[in-house]
Nanobody
Framework: VQLVESGGGLVQPGGSLRLSCVAS????????MTWYRQGPGKERELVAL????????NYADSVKGRFTISRDNAKNTVYLQMNSLKVEDTAVYYC????????WGQGTQVTISS
């Protein structure tokens, strides 16, 4: 089981990024998928969650209305569209499969700075 995140970068406040997480080693549709983030000096926190077939999503209050989680099970990929980015969104972002809670990728760095 492997999760590979990509799409991070340096953007100005108010900008957008789209993160991707490609899963391998299991059938993506079997698992609820999540995005977490860990900011500097902070604990890892849950950002967004999507049900196995995408019918249900849930977001942390801090990102609600700005971030959108989605998935394409045929492509074994989960996405996180991030709009109206703020400095406090700076973090390493990780995806995780609820079916394999102990498996983490390397994460992708998102830095919001002017």
């Amino acid at each position: 089981v492997q999760l590979v995140e990509s799409g991070g970068g340096l953007v100005q406040p108010g900008g957008s990024l789209r993160l991707s997480c490609v899963a391998s080693g299991f059938t993506l549709s079997r698992s609820v998928m999540t995005w977490y983030r860990q900011g500097p000096g902070k604990e890892r926190e849950l950002v967004a969650l999507i049900s196995s077939f995408g019918h249900s999503t849930n977001y942390a209050d801090s990102v609600k209305g700005r971030f959108t989680i989605s998935r394409d099970n045929a492509k074994n990929t989960v996405y996180l569209q991030m709009n109206s980015l703020k400095v406090e969104d700076t973090a390493v972002y990780y995806c995780n499969a609820r079916l394999w809670p102990g498996v983490w990728g390397q994460g992708t760095q998102v830095t919001i700075s002017s």
